[in-house]
């Protein structure tokens, strides 16, 4: 077991940071606790178990695993002490009071570019729920028991699992066949998608890479830049919701489109997704008008 004490230059709130990471309560890969959370995770040397809690101002991490020295060296990254957002100016009342509740927001940086991949290509057009489901099912079917002392924590399939795992294997999990196969062809080549976290290169040139794979679109390729690359200026086209309450939020129009979205965050380049994540944590909330999307189950199909 490894440990390092990490002093922010800056506040940080562990929940939101790292709460972006975890698949809902049921993800098998972490575990949260009072003052902190556990997290398992492959590293470029072999899997590892970290535990992030606080210390005063500070944060105390552990690792276990081969790949526990890469997770101590990196723990600043993942807590989001890379992220800067001494430029970043609110042009909105609304953002300048979230902004004022929120001081300890900020965007973690993983490296871990296939594992921020798989679960969002799982939340390609399903609610987060559903996808929620699937994923736990796939980590605790065919992951692998954490290093470390927590009972019970899983770290994700390997890439070379995944590639090769069967159709009917996902579909068991929950996921149809269009999807799974472009997590198997992306598994397929995860020597390109390490490069983005072994050397991480600008984030727009990051998406560009990513979106060359079959079935990844922008929606996706921002999602995966924010959390693998803290990347803060990601807006994630495409999504069902966001556009409506980027619409509401700074107009009080209750519908909205990509472009028109891109139009209002404009003045905020180079921390557009740094808005979208304060608004979304809190912002205005507009009053649902209709019945939830029914959670589907494809296993029991």
């Given at each position: 077991?490894?440990?390092?004490?990490?002093?922010?230059?800056?506040?940080?709130?562990?929940?939101?940071?790292?709460?972006?990471?975890?698949?809902?309560?049921?993800?098998?890969?972490?575990?949260?606790?009072?003052?902190?959370?556990?997290?398992?995770?492959?590293?470029?040397?072999?899997?590892?178990?970290?535990?992030?809690?606080?210390?005063?101002?500070?944060?105390?991490?552990?690792?276990?695993?081969?790949?526990?020295?890469?997770?101590?060296?990196?723990?600043?990254?993942?807590?989001?002490?890379?992220?800067?957002?001494?430029?970043?100016?609110?042009?909105?009342?609304?953002?300048?009071?979230?902004?004022?509740?929120?001081?300890?927001?900020?965007?973690?940086?993983?490296?871990?570019?296939?594992?921020?991949?798989?679960?969002?290509?799982?939340?390609?057009?399903?609610?987060?729920?559903?996808?929620?489901?699937?994923?736990?099912?796939?980590?605790?079917?065919?992951?692998?028991?954490?290093?470390?002392?927590?009972?019970?924590?899983?770290?994700?399939?390997?890439?070379e699992t995944l590639a090769t795992l069967p159709s009917w294997e996902y579909h068991r999990c929950g996921l149809e066949r269009r999807r799974a196969a472009i997590i198997q062809r992306v598994c397929a080549r995860s020597d390109r998608l390490d490069k983005l976290g072994d050397d991480p290169i600008d984030p727009t040139e990051a998406r560009r890479?990513?979106?060359?794979?079959?079935?990844?679109?922008?929606?996706?390729?921002?999602?995966?830049?924010?959390?693998?690359?803290?990347?803060?200026?990601?807006?994630?086209?495409?999504?069902?919701?966001?556009?409506?309450?980027?619409?509401?939020?700074?107009?009080?129009?209750?519908?909205?489109?990509?472009?028109?979205?891109?139009?209002?965050?404009?003045?905020?380049?180079?921390?557009?997704?740094?808005?979208?994540?304060?608004?979304?944590?809190?912002?205005?909330?507009?009053?649902?008008?209709?019945?939830?999307?029914?959670?589907?189950?494809?296993?029991?199909?």
């Open positions: 077991m490894l440990s390092r004490l990490v002093v922010p230059p800056h506040p940080v709130d562990l929940g939101l940071t790292l709460g972006v990471l975890q698949r809902g309560a049921s993800d098998p890969s972490m575990r949260s606790i009072p003052d902190g959370l556990w997290r398992a995770s492959r590293t470029p040397h072999g899997p590892s178990t970290a535990r992030y809690s606080r210390d005063g101002d500070a944060f105390e991490v552990r690792a276990w695993g081969d790949g526990a020295e890469w997770t101590i060296e990196h723990a600043p990254d993942i807590l989001g002490c890379r992220d800067d957002d001494a430029e970043f100016v609110a042009h909105h009342d609304v953002v300048r009071d979230a902004r004022r509740r929120l001081p300890g927001l900020r965007f973690c940086r993983t490296l871990a570019v296939l594992e921020a991949i798989v679960p969002t290509i799982l939340e390609q057009k399903i609610t987060s729920r559903e996808a929620h489901r699937v994923y736990a099912r796939i980590v605790a079917r065919f992951g692998e028991p954490a290093p470390g002392p927590l009972a019970g924590l899983r770290v994700p399939p390997s890439p890479v990513l979106q060359h794979f079959d079935g990844v679109g922008p929606w996706t390729a921002n999602e995966v830049s924010a959390i693998a690359l803290g990347d803060a200026d990601a807006v994630s086209v495409g999504d069902y919701h966001l556009p409506n309450l980027i619409s509401f939020v700074f107009t009080g129009e209750r519908s909205g489109d990509d472009e028109r979205m891109l139009e209002l965050l404009e003045p905020y380049r180079g921390h557009r997704g740094r808005v979208i994540r304060l608004l979304e944590n809190a912002g205005p909330r507009m009053e649902r008008r209709g019945p939830r999307s029914p959670v589907r189950d494809i296993a029991a199909i």
